[in-house]
């Protein structure tokens, strides 16, 4: 949720800015702007829009600072305008702030500025910030940003120039990620690696509470209360390529299209054949207790919640565990009844959304083990977390995600398997089990190489106003992701259902305008989802089938079919959502619709 670049080093400041932004633009995109310290003092452009509209903002102006800061904007305070973008800058013009996250106290403190006489002129959170910084400044800007984040309430990354102090950035951290980049003399601050990966791939991260002073050649980091903190570097193994569009027209198509090798990189190393079970480094020194658990909650928001519900039916099935999935924002404000024997899944991409990140912490304090399945290395859910195991889909940059959820699902599969084999299941159905999810990548290309198919769907249907996505058993989940996908990047209204609570009520919408997408593939509830499909049809539901390769029989029962491989029955999901993600895809690019940046959406959302 908005992105945050600075620079400080050898280079010009503002096309790196400006490339960082452009990078950051996919974790908000209502305004962006840039503060630079230049000889004649600190200067700041803003504007409301996307980076395009700041670029063509600033394409008179010539810009010689090697020092700067600069941030991409999802509103929270304030509605999008150039008024409201960031940088916010002090009275003085001496400060200028980039922020990303919420001050709860900012209307109390507001007041008490304005009581001192400041002039308040942007309805957001982060002039605040910058005014304290300025009422706090005597010739240090690292204690300034000290002595007023210690009176702040709430999330906060944010990133300060001075031109009283041109050496240096200040950072400072709570509850929203941030980083510190190391190059050959020159140094970065960014709130998400993508904005620094061309330079660099050595990062080091802050921590809550945690402020670090930036130069040229050097940072330290300390903590709000001064204590000095020594971090080590991490090094990046994400390349350029994983963040470029690679000749697709939106990263949505290319990471979509990237789902063989992710899920490939997902299991690579982790199968154990002799053993018929998996090796998940992360969970290694977790074997014992994962042996004696007797319960699993998993708790995650969006489409890392439908991943949470395939992971249900899984760990019940195969590791014979009970399991309750609850949206993180519920289950942070619930008093949940966590015992010796429950084990708490927390499923994120990006490991720092907001929700998900306080109901782990809520976890942890009422004595869970708490693990996490991320994507982002080195993200806070990752670093705070018991253990847990990355999914390894790399970058995801589009909005809508695709790749991590099939990667989550191959995590959940293998966890199931692992704790399958210390309980219910035997070593032939383990080995069934890991010959079926190694067969998942070539037979997803074989579902990418008929995306003609889908496209001709998509071009019948993508005027239509609303959908009904129908799925039993684990493929319910797959039928509320494939709503969630076509909802977010075409707005298009779509709900999800158990087929069979079509009946209850959603079956009063069906008429000859409804398209009713029905996975309906062969397994052990075929006949149900059949009787479902001829209740659509007879109020003349037009029905989109996911069928099996080699169904004979649907073909005549419903106005279009797209065959996937065949696949053991628990595994469904892996294939099943490929399809729809596509056919979303198609809808939003017919729709004329910004399929990476969806409106009022953003990548990763760090606020509650
Ligand atoms: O990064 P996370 O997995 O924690 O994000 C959770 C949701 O915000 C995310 O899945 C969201 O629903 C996506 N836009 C879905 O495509």
Same mark, same amino acid.
């Given at each position: ?21 452009? /990078? ?11 503060? =630079? ?33 600069? #941030?991409?904007?999802?509103?929270? !305070? ?7 973008? !960031? ?6 013009? %001496? ?11 900012? /209307?109390?403190?507001?007041?008490? @500025? ?14 605040? *910030?910058? !005014? ?15 002595? $007023?984040?210690? =009176? ?44 620094? =990966? ?60 990237? +789902?063989?090798?992710?899920?490939? %990189? ?48 899984? @760990? ?31 499923? $994120? ?25 991320? %994507? ?14 990355? *999914? ?24 199931? *398997? ?26 997803? +290309? ?39 996908? =076509? ?5 298009? #209204? ?65 106005? !279009? ?13 892996? @294939? ?24 009022? @959406? ?7």
């Amino acid at each position: 949720m908005c992105g945050i670049v600075g620079y400080i080093g050898h280079r010009k400041a503002t096309p790196i800015l400006i490339d960082g932004l452009k /990078r950051l633009e996919y974790r908000g995109y209502d305004s962006a702007g840039i503060a =630079l310290i230049e000889d004649e003092g600190l200067i700041h452009e803003k504007t409301a829009g996307k980076v395009d509209a700041l670029v063509a903002h600033l394409a008179d102006r010539t810009f010689t600072s090697h020092v700067g800061i600069a #941030h991409t904007r999802w509103a929270t !305070h304030g509605e999008p305008s150039d008024l409201n973008a !960031h940088p916010q800058v002090d009275n003085s013009g %001496n400060i200028a702030v980039v922020h990303n996250g919420i001050i709860e106290n900012y /209307r109390a403190l507001r007041q008490i @500025l304005e009581q001192q006489g400041y002039k308040i002129l942007s309805d957001t959170d982060t002039e605040i *910030i910058a !005014h304290l910084i300025g009422f706090h400044y005597e010739d240090d800007l690292t204690e300034a940003v000290r002595a $007023s984040m210690s =009176l702040v309430v709430g999330t906060y990354a944010i990133a300060v120039i001075d031109k009283r102090s041109p050496d240096v950035i200040v950072a400072a951290r709570n509850g929203a990620p941030l980083l510190i980049a190391c190059g050959e003399n020159e140094n970065f601050v960014a709130s998400d690696a993508a904005a620094i =990966l061309s330079y660099t791939n050595k990062v080091t991260y802050l921590e809550d509470r945690e402020i670090a002073t930036v130069s040229i050649n050097n940072f330290q980091i300390s903590t709000i209360e001064k204590v000095k903190v020594d971090r080590q570097a991490t090094e990046l193994d994400w390349t350029l390529g994983a963040i470029e569009k690679a000749g697709h027209d939106y990263f949505m198509h290319k990471e979509i299209h990237e +789902q063989p090798e992710t899920l490939h %990189n997902a299991m690579r190393g982790r199968l154990n054949f002799e053993e018929a079970t998996v090796r998940l480094n992360g969970l290694t020194d977790h074997l014992d207790d994962l042996s004696r658990i007797k319960r699993v909650i998993i708790t995650a928001c969006g489409t890392s919640w439908h991943a949470a519900l395939i992971g249900e039916y899984l @760990l019940e099935e195969y590791a014979g565990l009970p399991v309750e999935v609850e949206y993180a924002s519920e289950f942070r404000y619930r008093s949940p009844i966590i015992d010796d024997g429950t084990l708490v899944l927390v499923i $994120s991409q990006s490991g720092e959304t907001a929700d998900t990140l306080a109901a782990m912490r809520e976890a942890r304090r009422k004595g869970a083990k708490a693990l996490g399945i991320v %994507n982002s290395v080195g993200s806070t859910i990752a670093r705070e977390s018991d253990g847990g195991v990355y *999914i390894h889909a790399g970058p995801e940059i589009g909005v809508a995600s695709t790749k991590a959820f099939t990667s989550q699902i191959m995590v959940l599969s293998l966890i199931t *398997i692992l704790l399958g084999r210390m309980r219910n299941i035997s070593a032939n159905m383990g080995s069934e089990m890991i010959a079926a999810l190694e067969s998942v990548p070539e037979k997803i +290309q074989s579902i990418l190489d008929r995306e003609d198919e889908i496209k001709k769907i998509a071009e019948l249907y993508y005027q239509s106003n609303n959908f009904l996505y129908l799925g039993r058993g684990v493929n319910f989940p797959v039928a509320l992701e494939g709503a969630l996908k =076509l909802k977010e990047i075409s707005y298009i #209204h779509a709900e999800g259902y158990p087929a069979a609570e079509m009946k209850h009520g959603p079956i009063a919408l069906i008429d000859e305008k409804m398209p009713v997408v029905v996975i309906a593939t062969k397994d052990s509830i075929y006949d149900k989802v059949m009787s479902n499909i001829s209740q659509v049809r007879a109020r003349k539901g037009r029905v989109i089938a996911i069928a099996t390769e080699g169904d004979t029989e649907i073909a005549q029962h419903v106005n !279009h079919v797209f065959y996937i491989p065949a696949i053991k029955q628990c595994f469904t999901p892996l @294939l099943s959502v490929i399809p729809l993600q596509l056919m979303a895809y198609h809808m939003a690019v017919l729709r004329d619709c910004n399929v990476d940046q969806p409106r009022n @959406l953003a990548k990763s959302v760090t606020v509650e």
